[in-house]
C-alpha cells in the first residue's frame, strides 16, 4: 500500500512552495513564500523514480532532509548518514575550501521522517544514530550522532504541526479516505480483497476533487496519470504478495522437515 503514497507525497511537496510549507510545519520555521530553496530530490514526473525521501537547502542556511515512511525503520539515522554528507559536498561551490585553514559553514542540518503506517506509533519520537553504536570496552562518550525526528503524520495524529501545512493536512484526509474505503469494501465482500485498493484510490480522488482537497494537485491529475498510479501500486502489492507467499512457503518447508526429523528419531 505504500507505493501510491510515496508518489504522491513526492509530488506535492517537490515544489519550492511546498517544501518550505512543509519545512516551516515540521521545525517550527518561519521561512516566507519567496524563501530561495533549491530541490535535490525533483522528480520531473510523479512516476519518475521510486525514491521516497526529499530534501532541499533553504535560503543557503538550511538543509531539510524529509522522507515518506509507511513502515516503522528505527535504522533511520544511519540511512541519512550517508545522504547528508553527499548534500553538504553539493552545498560548497569549492570543494578545495576543505583543505584551507579557514573554516567551511555548513547548512544547518534537521531530518525528518513522516510516518503514516497502519502499526500503532506515538506521535512523535527521536531515534539516535548513537543508539545503534556497539558497547566498547574502555571507551567512553559519543563523538559522532545523527538525531531524527520521526512524525506520525496519520489523520488525527500530531494535529497542530499538520494544521501549520494545508497541503499535508490534505495529504492526511487523502490517504485517511483510501484506508477506510478500502477496508470497508473488504468488509463488505471479502472477495474484493484483490480489487479493494484499485476501488478505493479512485474513489479517495473523486471524494478530494468533490470537497475541494488537494484541489491543485487532483484537477490537474489526467486520466493516464491516475491509471498509472494505480498500476504501481498493482505491481508492487503483486511483489508484496509473491515475498508473503514465499515466507509461507518456506515455513512449510521447515515444519516438514522438523516433522521428518522426528519421525526418523523415533
Same mark, same amino acid.
Request: glycine share 6%; proline share 3%.
Given at each position: 500500500?505504500?507505493?501510491?503514497?510515496?508518489?504522491?507525497?513526492?509530488?506535492?511537496?517537490?515544489?519550492?512552495?511546498?517544501?518550505?510549507?512543509?519545512?516551516?510545519?515540521?521545525?517550527?520555521?518561519?521561512?516566507?513564500?519567496?524563501?530561495?530553496?533549491?530541490?535535490?530530490?525533483?522528480?520531473?514526473?510523479?512516476?519518475?523514480?521510486?525514491?521516497?525521501?526529499?530534501?532541499?537547502?533553504?535560503?543557503?542556511?538550511?538543509?531539510?532532509?524529509?522522507?515518506?515512511?509507511?513502515?516503522?525503520?528505527?535504522?533511520?539515522?544511519?540511512?541519512?548518514?550517508?545522504?547528508?554528507?553527499?548534500?553538504?559536498? *553539493?552545498?560548497?561551490?569549492? @570543494? $578545495?575550501?576543505?583543505?584551507?585553514? =579557514?573554516?567551511?559553514? +555548513?547548512?544547518?542540518?534537521?531530518? !525528518? &521522517?513522516?510516518?503514516?503506517?497502519?502499526?500503532?506509533?506515538?506521535?512523535?519520537?527521536?531515534?539516535?544514530?548513537?543508539?545503534?553504536?556497539?558497547?566498547?570496552?574502555?571507551?567512553?562518550?559519543?563523538?559522532?550522532?545523527?538525531?531524527?525526528?520521526?512524525? *506520525?503524520?496519520?489523520?488525527? @495524529? $500530531?494535529?497542530?504541526?499538520?494544521? =501549520?501545512?494545508?497541503? +499535508?493536512?490534505?495529504?492526511?484526509? !487523502? &490517504?485517511?479516505?483510501?484506508?477506510?474505503?478500502?477496508?470497508?469494501?473488504?468488509?463488505?465482500?471479502?472477495?474484493?480483497?484483490?480489487?479493494?485498493?484499485?476501488?478505493?484510490?479512485?474513489?479517495?480522488?473523486?471524494?478530494?476533487?468533490?470537497?475541494?482537497?488537494?484541489?491543485?494537485?487532483?484537477? $490537474?491529475?489526467?486520466?493516464?496519470?491516475?491509471?498509472?498510479?494505480?498500476?504501481?501500486?498493482?505491481?508492487?502489492?503483486?511483489?508484496?504478495?509473491?515475498?508473503?507467499?514465499?515466507?509461507?512457503?518456506?515455513?512449510?518447508?521447515?515444519?516438514?522437515?522438523?516433522?521428518?526429523?522426528?519421525?526418523?528419531?523415533?
Amino acid at each position: 500500500m505504500g507505493a501510491y503514497k510515496d508518489s504522491v507525497f513526492r509530488f506535492l511537496f517537490g515544489s519550492g512552495k511546498e517544501f518550505l510549507s512543509l519545512c516551516n510545519a515540521l521545525s517550527g520555521a518561519d521561512y516566507g513564500d519567496d524563501t530561495p530553496v533549491f530541490i535535490n530530490t525533483r522528480p520531473e514526473t510523479m512516476f519518475s523514480n521510486r525514491k521516497n525521501d526529499l530534501s532541499g537547502i533553504i535560503n543557503d542556511e538550511a538543509v531539510i532532509v524529509t522522507e515518506h515512511q509507511s513502515t516503522i525503520n528505527e535504522n533511520m539515522p544511519f540511512r541519512f548518514l550517508s545522504s547528508i554528507a553527499r548534500l553538504f559536498e *553539493n552545498s560548497i561551490s569549492d @570543494r $578545495n575550501l576543505i583543505y584551507r585553514r =579557514r573554516l567551511v559553514k +555548513l547548512p544547518r542540518p534537521e531530518f !525528518f &521522517v513522516l510516518y503514516n503506517g497502519i502499526d500503532p506509533y506515538p506521535d512523535k519520537v527521536a531515534l539516535k544514530l548513537s543508539e545503534a553504536f556497539k558497547q566498547a570496552g574502555g571507551m567512553n562518550g559519543i563523538h559522532l550522532e545523527l538525531l531524527v525526528t520521526m512524525i *506520525n503524520v496519520n489523520k488525527g @495524529r $500530531n494535529g497542530e504541526i499538520i494544521k =501549520r501545512c494545508e497541503t +499535508l493536512s490534505g495529504y492526511a484526509e !487523502f &490517504v485517511d479516505q483510501v484506508r477506510k474505503k478500502q477496508g470497508q469494501l473488504i468488509e463488505e465482500n471479502p472477495e474484493e480483497k484483490p480489487y479493494a485498493l484499485q476501488k478505493a484510490l479512485r474513489y479517495a480522488i473523486t471524494y478530494c476533487r468533490e470537497q475541494g482537497i488537494l484541489e491543485w494537485f487532483f484537477k $490537474n491529475l489526467t486520466r493516464e496519470e491516475e491509471n498509472m498510479l494505480i498500476t504501481e501500486w498493482n505491481q508492487d502489492e503483486a511483489l508484496k504478495v509473491r515475498f508473503e507467499e514465499g515466507l509461507e512457503q518456506g515455513r512449510e518447508e521447515a515444519r516438514h522437515r522438523a516433522s521428518t526429523k522426528t519421525s526418523v528419531a523415533a
